[in-house]
């Protein structure tokens, strides 16, 4: 019991899925971290972490006080905010462990102070926090963490954002205890594609959006192909082949790298085939002798929460 | 009245939808050619022009020709076709005219044998026809001719085509009376776009597709841009800017290049918008002095129609 406090659950997302580079993503039901939040009456931001991962306490540094600072000054510097997080996503997973600091901490002052803000400004507070993670103000996992279910990141300038209508579906997800850097990851992209492969890519995407629109499954499973960038940063991640092939094989309609990786997931149709597929991917990682976690869960329709501590 | 004849409706067809270049299309009510068709004993393809186009009447140069010879010869050469046709769609307009042949006789020709085609079949054979007609067996007027409304076609290879649901819809059709071909239009493009440009190609295609199956108008609108081939298509068209811009003036949701031009589109919700779009269309081109035909129609949920002649 804490006094005062809300209890604000911030869940893993995946951006791009698949075919979707950088417009694309959805709410995982696992992993969540978890922030609890108060208003105190000095304008400032006092961070302590639950966790072991180390992450820097000064707000400035901090991707959740980031967001606090900003919001506190566009108020008026009027008050501050006491937060302890625990977080569950591990930083550098891939599965936006910073984005579920920035959400968490931009809906948890929105609702402390009775909802001043709209879905879209949420955003863009919380894209500070991601500026400060990676350098880029990307939205990809934001709005999803933010909106709950599948997100369409249409235009960041100026932000336009779809809550996509999709059909039940679970992820399984395996994160191999790997490093690979975002950074990294957007580096080895070619600046210029062909004009072909664009063609085919967007063919993929229109097809995944009629699909999840239409909850034809089928069509989901066929168009999660992605032809760009898939085959440039699947070379950073040990046995991916593997894990896809096995995968499919095991029941999944398709998948690939969560965000710029080392996650990868695969979705599924019902929750029993994700079992299997997860099983099927802890399998390959095990013969590779490389260590994980991994996780099953439904695509979740729901965003940031907040309740009472 | 045509003794043992059928008569088709074939109608004219907008490809690429602004950003959905080579995999978005849909069906106009207006224009519309009318064919007349039967079969006869023979294995072979007798072709009459009744409008004043001086299309071939050779079968084997003929686009409806060359579908009709392709299931004759499938079906073991046991009947032949006679046909007439009255073209009102003008060739090299950029609104479907050869995939309108094409299509119209795959689906006769499916009708008069008792349906033994599936829709992927029919696209296949009227594909011939846009091979002979511009040297690429593309699918993208073809899909929306046979089934109407909006399509996607995801791939080609394998052919796997969608219909996309969508909100009631009018299109304001100008053609310019100016030769752009499609051979030119396709060579002016450059073979590998910049990412940051695919991406947001992209992200309109998503958009487009979930405006239109969330029937929401204001997405679709928003969605409405290209940023791949419009730039470099338009300048072959005079007065495509003003066109586009008086046509948002007056109340369009957004539109561009029909297929590869020399037409423009564009889409409304209402009918009377769509009315007074025509009309700032045409005084665009009648202030540059260049002659035009224009229609006005609901995008058609109807493709080919055959009924009794």
Request: hydrophobic content about 40%; some cysteine.
């Amino acid at each position: 019991m804490r006094e005062g406090y809300i209890k604000v659950h911030c869940p893993a997302t995946v951006a791009n899925m698949v075919c979707g580079f950088d417009i694309l993503g959805f709410a995982l039901e696992e992993p969540n971290d978890i922030m609890y939040v108060r208003l105190i009456d000095e304008p400032k931001v006092i961070i302590r972490n639950l966790d072991d991962y180390g992450l820097p306490t000064d707000p400035e540094k901090n991707v959740a006080g980031v967001v606090f600072l900003e919001i506190i000054q566009q108020q008026g510097n009027k008050f501050g905010f006491e937060v302890e997080i625990d977080k569950n996503i591990k930083p550098g997973s891939g599965l936006g462990s910073s984005a579920a600091s920035a959400a968490g901490a931009a809906v948890a002052a929105n609702h402390l102070l009775n909802n001043p803000f709209d879905t879209n400004q949420l955003i863009q507070f919380a894209m500070l926090g991601e500026k400060l993670a990676c350098g880029v103000k990307h939205a990809d996992n934001i709005t999803p963490c933010i909106m709950g279910g599948v997100t369409l990141v249409r235009s960041i300038h100026p932000l336009d954002i779809v809550r996509l209508n999709a059909p039940e579906m679970y992820a399984a997800v395996v994160h191999p205890q790997i490093e690979v850097k975002t950074s990294d990851a957007r580096q080895i992209l070619r600046k210029e594609v062909l004009l072909k492969d664009a063609i085919r890519q967007w063919g993929n995407i229109a097809g995944l959006v009629a699909g999840l629109e239409q909850g034809n499954y089928d069509l989901i499973s066929r168009s999660l192909e992605d032809v760009i960038v898939e085959p440039v940063r699947s070379i950073l991640i040990p046995g991916f082949d593997e894990v896809k092939l096995k995968s499919k094989e095991a029941g999944a309609l398709g998948g690939g790298i969560s965000g710029s990786g080392p996650s990868l997931f695969m979705l599924c149709k019902e929750k029993s085939t994700a079992i299997q597929v997860e099983k099927a991917m802890q399998d390959v990682f095990t013969g590779l002798g490389i260590e994980y976690r991994s996780y099953v869960g439904k695509l979740s329709p729901q965003g940031v929460t907040c309740t009472e501590a």
